[in-house]
C-alpha cells in the first residue's frame, strides 16, 4: 500500500503544505526584527562616514542626520522616505526602461555649522552587487570618507574593497577637476602618483570589482551633482 | 508511541554500551570529518574565527538532531521511492529556520557564514546520518546518534578556528591573546592562516595526529 501512486502523491502534499506552513510562519514571525537589524546596519554604515561609529549612535540617527531624496533636476523630492529607496532595483528597472525616473537618497549631517553630504552608491562587482556611502564636503568636491560593502566578492580579493585599506585611500580625493568639471574617481592601478587626486589603487586580483566600484562612483556621484552645484550658488 | 517505549527501555542503565558507542563513535574513531572526510567544505569556509565557528557548529548540530529526530519518527511512513527528496525537504526546512533565526537574533554573525548557513542543506553529515541511521533507528538512538556526530563536526571546526585565529590574527573569540611585546620582538602573525588553504593544513596536522595515536587507520 505505501508503495501505491496515491500514497506517495498524499504523503508528498502533505510534507509540501506542512513545510510551506511552518517558513511562511517564521518568516511573517521574525520579519519585524529582521528589518530592524538591516535598518540599523545601514544607519550604522551611513553613520561611519562622518566618524560617529559609537555603539549606540544610531539611535540618535534621526537626529543627527537630515535624510532627503532628490531627483535628476537636483530638486528635493517630498513625500518619499530615503530609507525606502531600493537604489540597486531602481537601477536595474532603470537598464531596462530608459523612462525609469531615478530618484536617489542624500543624507546630510551638520556639525559645527559645517555640512557634510553622503552619497549611496550601488554598483555591481564580478559576483552581485557592490554598494557603498560617500560622504562628500561642504564644498561639493573632497571626499572625506567612503565605505562600501558587497554581498559575495572572492574574499582576500574583490571583498578587499570593504577594508580600511582600500576605503581610507578615498580620503581627501577630489571629484572634480580643477576647471570644475566632474572627473569622479578612478580605480586603476598603480595610482601611486604623488598629488594624484583623481585616482586610488586598485585591489590586485580584483580587477572586476575595481572597475566595479569605478563604474559605481562615477554613475552615481554625477547624479548628485545637480544638486550639489545648487546648494552650492 | 515509539518514543515512549525508547525511554522506558533506556531507563534501567544510564546509557548502554550501545549508546555510549552511538555518542561516544563519532567524536574520534569514526569522526565525520577527519575519518569519514564529510562536510570538509564548511570547516574550510567558516573557520578563520571562533565566533562564527561556535554558530555554525550550534547551527548544523540543531539541524542534524532534529532531522535525524524527525526522519526517524516518520521513518515507517515515507514511501522509499521519495524518501531522498523527503528527506532533503526535512533538512531544507529546519536550515531555512536556523538561517531566518539567525538573521533576527545574531545579525552580524549571519552576514559573517553569508551562503554557508544556507548551505548546511547540503553538508553530507546530515544527510549522511539520514539515511545511514535515522531511516533505520527509533528516536532515541537516533537523537544520540546525531549528537555524537554533530558534536565530532563541532570540535574539529572548533579546534580549526581556534588554531586559524590564534595563528592568523592573535585573537580567541575577538579578544587580543598575543601581546603587543611578541609583536614589537618580530612576531608576525600567519596570512595563511586566513585563508581557506590554511585550514586544510591544520585539518591534515589533526588527522595526522589522530592516526599516528590510532595505528588501525594506517593503511598498508
Known amino acids: 500500500m505505501r508503495s501505491s501512486n496515491n500514497y506517495v502523491l498524499t504523503f508528498a502534499v502533505i510534507i509540501t503544505v506542512v513545510a510551506a506552513v511552518l517558513l511562511a510562519g517564521a518568516a511573517t514571525l521574525l520579519k519585524p526584527m529582521q528589518d530592524a537589524n538591516r535598518k540599523k546596519e545601514k544607519q550604522e554604515n551611513i553613520l561611519s562616514v562622518v566618524g560617529k561609529t559609537g555603539e549606540n549612535d544610531y539611535k540618535q540617527f534621526d537626529q543627527l542626520i537630515t535624510s532627503l531624496v532628490i531627483d535628476e533636476n537636483g530638486d528635493v523630492v517630498e513625500g518619499v522616505k530615503a530609507f525606502d529607496i531600493d537604489l540597486a532595483m531602481d537601477k536595474r528597472i532603470k537598464s531596462k526602461d530608459a523612462n525609469h525616473k531615478l530618484q536617489y537618497p542624500l543624507y546630510v549631517f551638520e556639525e559645527n555649522g559645517k555640512k557634510t553630504y553622503i552619497l549611496q552608491l550601488a554598483g555591481v562587482g564580478l559576483w552581485g552587487p557592490i554598494w557603498g556611502y560617500l560622504a562628500l564636503d561642504e564644498d561639493g568636491n573632497t571626499i572625506k570618507q567612503a565605505v562600501f560593502d558587497h554581498k559575495g566578492e572572492t574574499p582576500g580579493l574583490g571583498a578587499e574593497i570593504n577594508t580600511d585599506a582600500f576605503e581610507s585611500q578615498f580620503q581627501n580625493k577630489l571629484i572634480l577637476n580643477e576647471n570644475n568639471e566632474f572627473v569622479s574617481v578612478q580605480v586603476t592601478k598603480g595610482a601611486k602618483a604623488e598629488g594624484e587626486m583623481h585616482q586610488v589603487d586598485a585591489i590586485s586580483g580584483g580587477t572586476i570589482t575595481s572597475n566595479g566600484v569605478s563604474n559605481m562612483l562615477k554613475e552615481d556621484i554625477q547624479f548628485y551633482l545637480t544638486y550639489l552645484n545648487k546648494s552650492q550658488s | ?220
Open chain 2, 1 to 220: 508511541m515509539s518514543a515512549v517505549e525508547t525511554k522506558v527501555q533506556e531507563a534501567k542503565p544510564l546509557l548502554s554500551k550501545k549508546d555510549r558507542a552511538l555518542l561516544v563513535d563519532p567524536l574520534s574513531d569514526n569522526n565525520p570529518i577527519t575519518i569519514q572526510v564529510l562536510g570538509i567544505c564548511s570547516a574550510l569556509a567558516v573557520t578563520t574565527q571562533l565566533k562564527p565557528t561556535m554558530v555554525m557548529a550550534i547551527s548544523v548540530m540543531a539541524v542534524v538532531v532534529l532531522s535525524n529526530f524527525v526522519v526517524s519518527l516518520i521513518r515507517n511512513l515515507i514511501p522509499s521511492r521519495i524518501r531522498i527528496i523527503v528527506q532533503l525537504t526535512i533538512i531544507s526546512i529546519l536550515v531555512i529556520l536556523v538561517d531566518q533565526l539567525l538573521q533576527a537574533y545574531v545579525y552580524d554573525v549571519s552576514k559573517q557564514l553569508s551562503v554557508f548557513v544556507g548551505l548546511i542543506i547540503t553538508n553530507c553529515i546530515v544527510m549522511g546520518r539520514l539515511e545511514a541511521f535515522a531511516m533505520a533507528n527509533k528516536p532515541g538512538p537516533s537523537i544520540l546518534d546525531a549528537i555524537g556526530n554533530s558534536a565530532g563536526y563541532a570540535w574539529i571546526i572548533l579546534a580549526v578556528a581556534f588554531a586559524r585565529e590564534l595563528f592568523g590574527s592573535g585573537k580567541l573569540f575577538g579578544f587580543q591573546v598575543i601581546p603587543d611585546a611578541f609583536y614589537e620582538m618580530g612576531y608576525v602573525n600567519n596570512g595563511l592562516m586566513l585563508i581557506p588553504a590554511g585550514a586544510l593544513f591544520v585539518i591534515a596536522i589533526i588527522i595526522w595526529i589522530q592516526r599516528s595515536i590510532n595505528q588501525k587507520f594506517e593503511e598498508a
